[in-house]
């Protein structure tokens, strides 16, 4: 016997199973064919050389919440525990899509059913009247709670302290203590400079988060912290510090991608990642295009910035305009009153023949030598610069560039969803842009709220928690700080 | 019982209960305080058999040494005293190897690299000069002390912590005892056309 997920291809099989084992109130060909294809559904089979059981269950993303829909075993198959299969194959589901809770309905006059269901932890706490017509039989309403993993994650790969923690898909806590201002007279962040900020920052961080969170460490169920990519002396006061946090409460841990936590995020905000998607981030350490099919375990770079990263590219455009550190809020403030057509600056990697080296790479290098150069020039020729303009038309490079590319990365690989995450988002004209070619498209723009878009603990926790979830064996003691890590090491072992 | 954690030159670990040393751990390489922290720390628990439950405060090495590995160990030891709530004791190395060497007048130095070294004077172990980062040239200014050289680990933290305690020294800083700057100065943008 093998379970396996089915779909609108065993209908014809299913409704010969349904109308056998419900006679008086089977569902409909048209309802469970529109169930079977249901995007909130996970529809499963048991085969005994032909389907012999089906069962569904639905989860609406952000509810926290799965139903049991339907269960129905051959009557020649019964007494298998092939329901009892099914039904944990379902709750298995229901826990790694980070629900807390399973509701089902089952007819009063159905023993052997409120028995297995009881067996696996449903208690009973409701009863609807009559609800099975025309027999008039009673629904017991059951319920099962699933103890979903609180997980404490740590941020430290580039000027941001973050530790956030997550229970399961839940955010309950994300304190950051970020360094900028001290990198601000450096026009840049600064290694050292970001890594001591870190090791001041990490136990205050840690307290405010276990404040806000309202629990104790020893409630904590693993520790997560990035590994990289990032700056290596950054990088090794989060390792550090998870470590000891680890070893104090003998915790199991895990070193993850920061930059998989990135697309991670977007579970804090939906519920659910809905994948597969292509995955922009965007930030002052790096620009990467990424096609995400699966977030533990298949994640692949199409492209990243061959020089500068976007965010670079502003802080150093932003310096030679004489605008303080970070640039990007100042040109996007000093952009609004210009005109982006004003000077056609260069679309970096864009022409024919980078299109067949770098099609999903970027460059900002030549981008922020042009600006230079059209600055240098116009003061040499003894004109007044229009800074507005220059900011506006910089940025509308960035911005055109980075869509661009990543649009076509959508169309070519027909994954019309687009999620954006990294601290550029931040910038209002990238998002102005994004939504109106992605809606031009039809392509599904998603772009985590602002907090868990930028650097962050709690994305680190939450793609903690979904190895935890999906029952991911931890890291060992040894891991190092990994300042280049591949994009395929989700997780270092 | 005292977990005391040290990267000032390798990394290490120890488990003292008062002055009696119950475990040790020791690991050489210079550059590999971030994946051997974890290891240095298990090994001494198991060791000492020990629970982390029963450690009642943790002793850090705070330099002044190379930076980069030195917070690997001070993170751990601060993550791992917030994490059961105790006490942090924040040692300045220098001071550690000035106790384990006792009799008289004393110059501690530890490399600074760039040709530089970190150093303090002591007399009796009591320290007499603030620690600062001396030109080897200055070295003739100290015929008169005896001058250590050793590196530190977290034997020698841990029973500076327990010395402390003993005497009514504050060891509550455990902030990173830097003696220079971040190595950086405010940049001016630089022209690109000719």
Known sequence: MKIQQIGPENLERVMLLETALFPTDSWSEKSMGSELAASDGYYIGAFDSELVGYAGLKTIPGSFLSDIQTIGVSVESQGKGIGRALMLDLLARAKALGSEAVMLEVRADNPTAIGLYMSLGFEQIDVRKRYYQPDGVDALIMRLEIKQPIVLGIESTCDETGVGIVRGNRLLANALHSSMDEHSKYGGVVPEVAARAHLEAIQPTLDKALKEAGIDLSEVDAIAVANGPGLAGALMVGIGAAKGLALAHDKPLYAVNHLVGHVGADVLERGSVELPTIALLVSGGHTSLLLVRDLLSDVVLLGETIDDAAGEAFDKTARLLGLPYPGGPEIDMLAKAGDPKAVRFPRGLTLPKDMEKHRYDFSFSGLKTAVARHVEKAEANGEVINKADIAASFREAVVDVLLTKAINACQEFGLMRLLLGGGVVANQRLREVATKRCAEQGIELRIPRFDLCTDNGAMIAALGAQLVMAGKSPSGLGFGAESTLDIRQIQTP | ?194
């Open chain 2, 1 to 194: 019982m005292l977990l005391a954690i040290d990267t000032s030159a390798g990394t290490s670990a120890a488990v003292l209960d008062g002055e009696k040393l119950l475990s040790y751990s020791f690991f050489e390489d210079p550059f590999g305080h971030a994946e051997n922290i974890g290891m240095a720390i298990s090994q001494v628990l198991n060791e000492a058999g020990v629970s982390a439950a029963q450690i009642t405060s943790v002793a850090i090495g705070r330099g002044p040494a190379p930076y980069t590995g030195l917070r690997v160990g001070m993170a751990a030891g601060l993550g791992f005293a917030t994490a059961r709530n105790i006490a942090a004791f924040g040692v300045i190395t220098l001071d550690a190897l000035a106790l384990a060497n006792p009799d008289g007048k004393i110059l501690v130095t530890f490399d600074a690299k760039r040709k530089e070294l970190f150093a303090r004077t002591y007399l009796d172990s009591v320290a007499t000069s603030d620690p600062w980062v001396m030109n080897p040239v200055e070295l003739e200014n100290f015929d008169d002390h005896r001058r250590i050289t050793q590196s530190c680990n977290a034997e020698l933290v841990g029973r500076f912590a327990v010395y402390a305690a003993a005497n009514g020294l504050d060891l509550s800083d455990v902030s990173a005892l830097y003696l220079r700057s971040p190595d950086v100065s405010p940049s001016a943008p630089k022209k690109v056309s000719g």
